[in-house]
């Protein structure tokens, strides 16, 4: 019998909020999500595209509970997500 633990996933609802041009994404600016965790930043963002395909034409990065997350990080558990579009400076 192996004793090791299984990893098993969970779905957690997440508050979401989008900024600039993604809202037009979204029916608002807040709203709540299903996500699968454990994941990884870069999963949760597939999790994301699969429920709303437009952002597909989208660059975004995302932030879980305040900290910017590189694609490989990986998230235990999350009670916001921020999706923050590509911008630029002058």
């Known amino acids: 019998m192996n004793s090791e633990k299984q990893h098993t996933q969970e779905t957690a609802d997440v508050a979401v909020t989008v900024f600039g ?12 999500c299903s ?3 454990p994941a990884g930043v870069e999963d949760i963002r597939k999790q994301l ?3 709303y395909p ?3 034409d ?5 932030a879980v509970d305040d900290v910017l997350g590189a694609p490989e990080t990986l998230v235990q558990t999350a009670s916001h997500i921020a999706l923050l579009p590509a911008y630029g400076g002058g």
């Open 21 to 32: 041009p993604l809202t037009d994404v979204f029916p608002s600016e807040r709203f709540q």
């Open 35 to 37: 996500v699968m965790f």
């Open 54 to 56: 437009e952002l597909r």
């Open 58 to 62: 989208y660059r975004f990065q995302l």
């Open 49 to 51: 595209v699969r429920q």
